[in-house]
């Protein structure tokens, strides 16, 4: 399905830690664009303090997977490797974009790849931190997770950060209002830009 006039996709990766969903949430805060944000469904446990429809859609492995069979996913991956499945749904995106809005898909890079496929002109932003030295301290800083899986975010960090050169925008997060300011910039500018066409 082609991107439409009146909204377009945007899509956001980085690594584990790089802090993508703070640097989204004031975004959307202060961005003049239309944006709207994907709830991604995923086959994981809920965190503490997290609801269900706000940070993710929670399906049961049988749901998402039968979701998945009847062609009802944009993208959708095994993610670090432990079980558990995140996916967009063409619902989350196509709603947006009939009404104009530009929906934010934050995503790991392979599933960019595959909205890439789909929808060439989205606008691509890839958020990093300033070195893969503090992206390890921010992730032992969690205190949320195992030696193991440390190691196993790291190593994906690294095939993520490898790829940084397929997007169009690189934002570096080592100062947090900087990088607010940098991609409210970009998208303000392409939306003004979109509205002038």
Same mark, same amino acid.
């Given at each position: 399905? %082609? !991107? ?36 991604? !469904?995923?086959?994981? %446990? %809920? #965190? ?23 062609? +009802?996913?944009? /993208? ?21 974009? /009939? ?28 958020? #990093? %931190?300033?070195?893969? /030295? ?12 195992? /030696? ?24 570096? +997060? ?13 998208? +303000? ?6 509205? +002038?066409?």
């Amino acid at each position: 399905m %082609p !991107a439409t006039s009146q909204g377009r996709l945007v899509v956001v990766s980085g690594p584990s830690g790089a802090g993508k969903t703070s640097v989204l949430q004031r975004v959307f805060e202060l961005c003049r664009a239309p944006l709207c944000r994907s709830v991604s !469904a995923t086959t994981r %446990p %809920p #965190r503490p303090g997290e609801t269900d429809g706000v940070e993710y859609h929670f399906l049961s492995d049988g749901e998402f997977q039968s979701l998945q069979k009847d062609g +009802n996913f944009l /993208e959708c991956f095994e993610v670090f490797g432990q079980g558990y499945w995140y996916g967009t749904l063409w619902s989350e995106v196509t709603t947006g974009l /009939e009404a104009g809005r530009w929906v934010v898909l934050e995503i790991d890079v392979h599933g960019a790849m595959e909205v890439l496929k789909r929808f060439p002109d989205a606008v691509t932003l890839f958020i #990093r %931190p300033g070195t893969r /030295e503090e992206l390890e301290q921010r992730l032992r800083g969690r205190g949320t997770e195992s /030696e193991p899986s440390v190691r196993r975010r790291l190593d994906i960090a690294d095939r993520e950060l490898a790829l940084a050169d397929r997007y169009q925008y690189q934002i570096i +997060n080592d100062r947090f209002d900087q990088a607010v300011e940098d991609i409210c910039r970009i998208l +303000n500018s392409l939306w003004e830009k979109s509205r +002038n066409d």
